[in-house]
């Protein structure tokens, strides 16, 4: 009823994840991702993404996810790169060489997703 008379384009569902996880051990509820993709006419969003798994991402995709929201995961792999080399280079003052370390790193992690999520 929801999706119908709000007219929403796509619908954010709870399963299990939530926003800003930090560590990857969400468990997601399978069985009503099911039914919900099943019962509703919108593409699905998985929001808290960067907490579930890969084996739990790609089962998600399969059963209906259609949008995942990773931005946290994005964020921990820059965040962790440019503390690497600033670590490792206390003396660095020139942003361009730590933040083109920490967009490597961040494109990585997408690279990985992509896979992750294309299974």
Known sequence: AFVADSGV???????????AMTTRTAALDH???????????????LHGSSGVPDDELTAAVAGGIAKVNVGTALNIAMTGAIREFLAAHPEAVDSRKYLSVGREAMAGTVARLIRVLSA
């Open 31 to 45: 069985d009503r991702l099911k039914r919900l993709a099943a019962a509703l006419g919108v593409p699905l969003v």
């Open 9 to 19: 384009d796509a619908l954010a569902v709870a399963i299990g994840s939530s926003h």
